[in-house]
């Protein structure tokens, strides 16, 4: 029998024991507790740091996004953005020069004075500040027998696919940018620059050999903008018929300098008609993209062209004056200087020719000329006036087609056009094809000299120059140029795009294309 002293010796050890536990156990979860309490407490710190940093982080993204959906290349300083999460500072870097290549830095600052920093290169790029070729390795046709010879690229290019730079060849003024293919330097007759004006050079393509003839680049650079040639449809033709007809019947002519303060003008006493401005089977219908069948012949009867038609009234500039003219009277009392119709043509004027024996016709345009089918102009035409023939067929431009001018006179031939805005626009979703030719030297300062095409052209397929020695001034925008022979100038406008006529697809504000981003 166990004694009574025993048992409570016993007892006492059993609750030893179990204080000892119960302090193990409190010590065990105090000490859970505290590092819970610790580990709560950094990830709620952690939590909002990081709801700070978001803040900074937000508020440069504003910034950033402010520059990309506002930007003028006009215009690069800004004022601070501000949030409700905080402020951004903005500073804006060219760094491309004339390639419209640029860097945002847009500092945030959140409520609570945490920052962060965000960086985005991108590219700003006005397609009718450039010749564009661009569907892939064919994009420009050229060889033994394409665009090699005495040929001369003047200002931005822009090339998909591969590009050879043959010989005699000359690229003298960039931006050039070759995107999906290589460039190469074929002859040693070949050029690409000068010692005083390098060419900014863009190029992705795994081949860049530059080893012959005389090259001055700057670059290359692998960072290539992708750009796309903006696609017509069926809307933009029917877009382009509307505002013909809307124009044909506004009751409005057109003045050589500010076509907006033209006076009033009764249009069918000139042309009896109210779609002067639309060339179609019926107003009411328009036929499906590039298969319009109502040609317009610009050019003499005896050709099959419409003649004369329309009227004006004289027209001064800077050389000669214009006499007034046409199918009516209804401009020819005197207070009728400096306006037309919207839409007229003088076949074979009263001129003395620029050269012996050739014959140049006059083309008064304005807005926007809507044909549902191909475009044949069969002289030499010089135009007065700012406007596009939107055709939905083929173009093809027998003679040559520029500004007017009264003499070849590098003072004259491009200057009466810039100083009152003349350009043409010719767009189609076909074929444009040119068939004149002989205007080529390469002369320096090429832009004084004269040349076979100027203005805005635009096909959403191939452009054919079918004759050596042509020279082209402004803008192509094509998928892709065909040269038949060689001795090919192609030399841009740098006011072209100040000028832009209305209708032309790309036409208005430039492309943004996003390069590196970063976050710092």
């Known amino acids: ?75 690069l300083t800004y004022a601070p953005v501000g949030t409700p999460d905080g402020t951004a500072t903005i500073v804006v870097n060219s760094t491309g020069g004339d390639a419209g290549e640029y860097e945002v830095i847009s500092s945030g600052v959140g409520i609570d004075g945490s920052t962060e920093t965000v960086v985005q290169r991108f590219y700003y790029i006005n397609l009718w500040e450039m010749n564009f070729a661009g569907t892939g390795s064919q994009s420009l046709m050229s060889g033994s027998s394409g665009m ?26 960039g931006p050039l940018f070759v995107k999906g293919g290589d460039i190469v330097t074929q002859s040693g007759a070949s050029q690409i620059g000068t010692p005083s004006r390098h060419v900014r050079l863009y190029c ?6 530059l080893t012959k003839g005389t090259v001055y680049v700057d670059g290359p650079l692998f960072s290539v903008p992708t750009i796309e040639l903006p696609k017509m449809t069926d809307d933009d033709i029917r877009t382009a018929a509307l505002i013909a007809l809307g124009q044909s019947v506004d009751g409005r002519m057109s003045k050589v300098v500010d076509p907006a303060s033209a006076p ?5 006493l000139s042309w009896g008609s109210s779609t002067y401005k639309f060339f179609g089977e019926t107003t009411s219908t328009v036929r499906p993209l590039g298969q319009g069948n109502t040609t317009l012949h610009l050019g003499s009867v005896a050709n099959g062209g419409l003649g004369t038609f329309g009227a004006w009234g004289s027209v001064t500039t800077s050389a000669s004056p214009i006499p007034s003219g046409g199918t009516s009277s209804v401009y020819s009392d005197a207070g009728s200087v400096n306006v037309y119709d919207d839409f007229a043509y003088w076949d074979n004027p009263p001129f003395t020719p620029l050269h012996e024996g050739e014959h140049w016709d006059i083309l008064f345009i304005s807005g926007t000329v809507f044909v549902d089918g191909p475009l044949i102009i069969d002289d030499h035409v010089m135009y007065i006036g700012n406007g596009t023939i939107v055709a939905n067929g083929p173009v093809t431009l027998d003679g040559a087609l520029r500004p007017y001018s009264h003499t070849e006179a590098p003072v ?12 043409l626009g010719i767009v189609t979703p076909v074929d444009i094809t040119m068939n004149a030719s002989g205007a080529n030297n390469g002369a320096e300062p090429i832009r004084d000299q004269p040349f076979d095409y100027a203005g805005a052209f635009y096909t959403d397929s191939t452009i054919f120059v079918t004759h050596p020695g042509t020279s082209m001034r402004g803008s192509i ?43 710092q």
């Not at 580990?39 to 700070?52: G, H, I, T």
């Not at 690229?153 to 003298?172: H, Q, R, S, T």
């Open 1 to 75: 029998m166990i004694s009574t002293v025993r048992r409570r010796s016993w007892a006492s050890a059993d609750d030893g024991v179990a204080m000892i536990t119960v302090l193990g156990v409190m010590t065990v979860v105090t000490l859970l507790a505290v590092g819970a309490f610790t580990l709560s407490q950094q990830a709620l710190f952690d939590a909002v740091r990081a709801e700070d940093e978001s803040r900074a982080f937000r508020a440069a993204s504003a910034g950033l996004d402010t520059v990309i959906s506002t930007f003028d290349p006009e215009v």
């Open 148 to 173: 090699n010879g005495s040929s001369n690229i003047w200002g931005p290019f822009y090339i998909k696919g591969d590009l050879a730079v043959e010989a005699n060849m000359a690229i003298m003024e």
């Open 204 to 209: 992705d393509g795994e081949n860049v050999d």
């Open 264 to 268: 009033e003008n009764l249009e069918i």
């Open 412 to 423: 004259d031939v491009n200057k009466v056009g810039e100083d009152r805005g003349w350009a």
């Open 477 to 519: 925008l094509s998928n892709k140029m065909d040269f038949a022979d060689p001795n090919t100038d192609l030399v841009t406008n740098p006011l072209l795009p100040t000028y832009l006529p209305e209708s032309l697809p790309g036409g208005g504000e430039g492309i943004i294309s996003l390069g590196l981003w970063s976050r």
